[in-house]
């Protein structure tokens, strides 16, 4: 299918065909260069299936299965992480929201050494000594307009 022709002759850049061997240790500069040169190739892929074509089938077959690893693991090991990036999320907005409330008037007072409340009742003493100064300013008022509307009907 490849016409006997290297695949780079089709705008494939080289690439190294053996797997490395789990115990080596992938540098990050190294590792990023492969991905760049990985997607690039997938990139030509999707933007030209007659490449996909002539690859030889069993390549081909490793691509696709590989694809599909990436996309859809494991159905079980694929929920666990669905399920734990969205329990990191609920969490992180909870810490945003209470980053917010932590600054709100009574959990600030709450945090203060004393909290000490308004009186909600005052004290008896100065309760009475309202009431009789209201009760002769009351007296007072209405002797005058009576002694007022008196002296007005007079005239």
Known sequence: MT??????HYGFPAVNTTAPSP????????????VRGAVSVLELLANNHALLEKLPAEDRQRLHEMAGQIFIPDPVARRQRRKAAAKERSKAQIRSDDAVL???GIRVLRRKPVFTTPNVFPPRTSTRRIRSARLRNHASRSSRSTATSASRSIR
């Open 3 to 8: 016409d006997g022709l290297p695949l780079t």
């Open 23 to 34: 115990a080596a240790a992938i540098d990050d500069r190294d590792l990023l260069e492969r």
């Open 102 to 104: 932590h600054e709100t």
